[in-house]
């Protein structure tokens, strides 16, 4: 049998911190740039790509495990005439800080981001594809797969942990973070590239080129990005795609369906229709 061109989204209003993403076939898959909210993870099943995590550039292929830190802008896309299925799990940061905290993996419950974006272990790699098909699986309770998925996360950050530093480094002072604060906390406004560039002292292209170097991303598409992330938000609680595109800024609701497959790599209607326990 073919293997589904089309991506499978994994909810359960019982494990609200975790959502699962399986592709099967992902041949055309194309990602632009772009970040989440959450801590993820994902497992190669097959093929080979180029993960491109901030400025590194890795060449990732079966068994192999991926990492991405929040906000983090990055992109994973397949290698040329090769095939290409994975796992990708998006996790609360906070639910999975205190998780951590709780099994005395990290001191703090504040959140702290991971060091290294690969993690080549088999057993490990094994063990988080088993419990990819625990989520998904139909005749398990929810509460034995929040315990089989805190076991495997809990084995993964032991590993990461001689590569984590426990301190909290303070982001350094620049004017380019009070711009990407602006741009998340009023995404949904249009105020001009030019009318923020003034706002904060920059010409507008000193800002467009620093904040791209800084961030991987234009400040115009650091606040798509954003909105796609309330988008996916609003989905997930059932909202209709018309209501949603108008909601979070698009007035073209054909613009809203292809910026967010740029990014989610699926349409809206495919990543609301998830499967569920």
């Not at 994902?42 to 590194?56: H, K, M, P, Q």
């Not at 205190?98 to 057993?123: C, E, K, M, P, Y």
Request: charged fraction near 20%.
């Amino acid at each position: 049998m073919t293997p589904s061109t089309h991506p499978l989204f994994w909810r359960d209003q019982a494990l609200p911190f975790v959502e699962l993403r399986q592709v099967l076939d992902g041949r055309k898959v194309s990602y632009a740039p772009h970040s989440h909210q959450e801590w993820s993870i994902g497992a190669i099943l097959d093929g080979r790509s180029e993960f491109l995590c901030a400025d590194r550039l890795h060449a990732v292929e079966q068994g192999a495990l991926v990492m991405m830190n929040p906000d983090v802008v990055h992109a994973c896309n397949p290698r040329q005439d090769s095939p290409w299925a994975y796992y990708m799990m998006h996790l609360d940061k906070d639910w999975l800080a205190a998780l951590l905290f709780f099994h005395g993996i990290r001191q703090t419950q504040d959140w702290q981001n991971t060091v290294g974006d690969t993690l080549l272990s088999a057993q490990t790699y094994q063990a988080f594809v088993d419990v990819c098909n625990d989520l998904i699986a139909t005749d398990l309770a929810s509460v034995e797969k929040r315990q089989r998925l805190e076991a495997v996360l809990v084995d993964v950050f032991i590993q990461l942990k001689s590569d984590n530093s426990e301190s909290i480094t303070a982001l350094p002072t620049n004017n380019l973070y009070q711009v990407a604060h602006y741009l998340h906390q009023y995404c949904l406004q249009d105020t001009s590239i030019e009318q923020i560039s003034t706002e904060f002292g920059f010409s507008t292209g000193y800002l467009v080129r620093a904040f791209k170097r800084h961030f991987n991303m234009t400040p115009h598409a650091y606040r798509l990005n954003r909105r796609i992330q309330l988008g996916q938000q609003a989905l997930k609680q059932g909202q209709s795609i018309a209501d949603v595109a108008q909601t979070i800024g698009f007035s073209d609701q054909a613009h809203f369906q292809r910026v967010f497959k740029q990014r989610v790599a699926a349409t809206p209607d495919q990543y609301r229709r998830s499967v569920s326990s």
